[in-house]
């Protein structure tokens, strides 16, 4: 069954640094989306993108926060420069195209951003 | 809030027994999926319930939809050790596809 993969599975970086977190969505997707889960809360959702551009966002996807679609696979998360509370669990997520967001979410298996 | 509330926070019980977990939302919707987090891990898609159904099954999977009620509920039986996780039944704005998680049942099967 196709699947969403995502790298690194944990990703250290020094505050202030760049990190971009990297998702291959399941190949006929259209619909592309990044949450996260800062540990011990509730998956906060963050962005989806569709067509090649942002369709929605959150309150927590402020000018620090990218995203990307690189080529016709990958799909990037890129924070500029990173704070302490940045450190969460990444998790990407893509659907197939329906009416009324009627299609599941497939997530990926996340990423662990730690920021020292 | 809109999100989709689960209830109870915890349930603790023994393989082979079933689970029942509920979800609370304030809002019209167009459908109601709940997901799977093992610990540390993404969320896995369990089933999708459409607003003009009212049972749905997936193998030892059973989930109810009142709209009159606004709520839900999914049913495990004949539970397993390997069903230890946390289920949410996260919200969607009609309109939007952002889906919006509460803090879900911790479910904890006892081999």
């Known amino acids: 069954e196709p699947e969403v993969t995502q790298t690194p599975s944990h990703q250290v970086t020094q505050m202030g640094q760049e990190v971009i977190l990297r998702c291959v969505p399941i190949?006929?997707?259209?619909?592309f989306y990044w949450y996260r889960q800062i540990l011990g809360q509730k998956v906060e959702f963050l962005v989806s993108f569709y067509n090649n551009e942002i369709s929605e966002k959150s309150e927590i996807f402020d000018d620090q926060f990218s995203v990307e679609r690189p080529d016709g696979s990958n799909f990037t998360l890129k924070i500029r420069s990173t704070k302490l509370e940045d450190s969460a669990m990444y998790f990407c997520?893509?659907?197939?195209?329906?009416?009324?967001?009627?299609?599941?979410?497939?997530f990926g298996d996340g990423t662990r951003l730690s920021i020292l | 809030s809109q999100q989709g509330e689960e209830d109870p926070q915890a349930l603790s019980i023994q393989e082979g027994e079933n689970a029942t977990m509920n979800c609370s939302y304030k809002?019209?919707?167009?459908?109601l999926q709940w997901y799977r987090q093992n610990s540390g891990r993404g969320l896995v898609h369990l089933i999708l319930?459409?607003?003009?159904?009212r049972e749905k099954h997936s193998g030892r999977l059973r989930v109810t939809l009142d709209t009159s009620k606004k709520s839900s509920s999914l049913l495990i039986t004949a539970s397993r050790a390997a069903d230890t996780a946390s289920y949410f039944c996260?919200?969607?704005?009609?309109?939007?596809?952002?889906?919006?998680f509460g803090s879900g049942t911790r479910l904890q099967v006892q081999p």
């Open positions: 996260p919200f969607m704005d009609t309109g939007r596809r952002a889906l919006t």
């Open positions: 997520a893509s659907s197939g195209s329906s009416g009324q967001g009627g299609q599941p979410q497939h």
């Open positions: 809002t019209s919707i167009n459908n």
């Open positions: 319930i459409r607003s003009n159904e």
């Open positions: 190949s006929n997707h259209l619909y």
